[in-house]
């Protein structure tokens, strides 16, 4: 009965889920091969060092970008949000737990002469947090983290309530981090337009920081957002298929599924043969086939714990054909 329970609770967070907001988003680099920007901004961005592309959470190739951690980042043509306004940033993050420096800065814009010009946010080592740095004033928030898995990081800074570096709220996936392990002064956020946008990197040469990792789908928003607005980042939903390259959608049966699941006719003209792959909805790839067929059964019941998973299929080019949520559940 538990079982039948969360399996509902699954299936009505399925339907009332959203896709991630696009109201105020004025930078959004997915990273698929490139720095170019996704949002109306046309704020590109240009690689240094030789940043190279890999798998994403979910497993398809060249669609989130490695950082070395030597000499790899990004400049972007202009900065973020200025002054004191509010703004939020959202990225998810792979990091490399063997770096060697204290801070690890994965964005940066702002100027640097003076207290509360800069900003910059990154990973610090000695309290293993996520931290926001003013200059001369420093919050750091302790997160959970495993090497190499993928978190969502996202950082809100509300000045409708007020513009201090105290009032910043640091999420990891969907929790709000509560407690400082190292605690700001009282200083306000008022950023400049001296340096522009790097991603990967502080933009100082004297101290670039260089963050050694995996990045993708890095947002910035001119606003704060809300608790279900990071979310439906987290968690983006579409409860019917989504037919990305073809105009043909496959039929994935029974949704939800206690055993086997049959996913059938989606082989399409021109592709031989196929990768299916079952991720989970943080992007961890549980089941992987290479299939010539366009009817297969797949069998989860010692492999899934109940809950929700994408169904992928790509093509020979790695490319994704089709997405499909699905629900299984434990018998
Ligand atoms: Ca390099
Ligand atoms: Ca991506």
């Not at 680099?29 to 030789?50: I, K, R, V």
């Not at 994965?106 to 010009?117: K, M, Q």
């Not at 989606?266 to 943080?282: A, E, P, Q």
Request: hydrophobic fraction near 35%; glycine fraction near 6%; proline fraction near 4%.
């Amino acid at each position: 009965m538990k079982k039948l329970i969360f399996a509902i609770c699954c299936f009505l967070c399925l339907i009332c889920n959203a896709q991630p907001p696009s109201s105020g988003l004025v930078a959004f680099y997915q990273l698929d091969g490139d720095g170019l920007d996704q949002s109306n901004s046309a704020n590109d961005m240009t690689p240094f060092g030789s940043p190279t592309y890999t798998e994403d959470r979910f497993g398809n190739k060249n669609s989130a970008c490695y950082f070395d951690g030597n000499d790899d980042y990004f400049v972007a043509n202009s900065v973020g949000p200025l002054g004191g306004t509010s703004r939020t940033i959202s990225f998810w993050a792979s990091i490399d737990l063997e770096f060697n420096n204290d801070g690890f800065a994965v964005i940066s814009y702002g100027g640097e002469n003076t207290s509360g010009y800069r900003f910059e946010i990154g990973f610090n080592k000695s309290c293993k947090s996520l931290y926001t740095d003013v200059i001369n004033e420093f919050g750091a928030k302790p997160i959970n983290y495993h090497n190499g898995s993928w978190h969502l990081y996202t950082v809100i800074f509300d000045a409708s309530s007020s513009n201090n570096l105290t009032n910043i709220t640091y999420y990891q996936d969907t929790s709000i981090i509560s407690s400082f392990c190292m605690t700001p002064g009282s200083i306000s956020i008022n950023t400049q337009n001296d340096y522009p946008l790097h991603l990967g990197r502080l933009f100082l040469a004297s101290n670039p920081r260089f963050f050694k990792g995996k990045l993708d789908e890095v947002r910035i928003y001119n606003r704060a957002l809300t608790a279900s607005e990071v979310q439906s980042i987290y968690s983006p939903t579409s409860v019917s298929s989504e037919p990305l390259l073809h105009n043909h959608s496959f039929k994935i049966y029974p949704n939800p599924s206690r055993n086997s699941l049959y996913i059938s006719d989606f082989r399409t003209s021109g592709d031989n043969h196929y990768s299916v792959k079952i991720v989970s909805l943080t992007g961890k790839v549980l089941i992987e086939l290479e299939s010539t067929q366009s009817n297969i059964e797949l069998s989860l019941s010692d492999q899934l714990s109940t809950g929700l998973y994408y169904a992928i299929i790509q093509n020979e080019n790695s490319l994704e054909v089709y997405k499909q949520r699905f629900m299984f559940i434990e018998d």
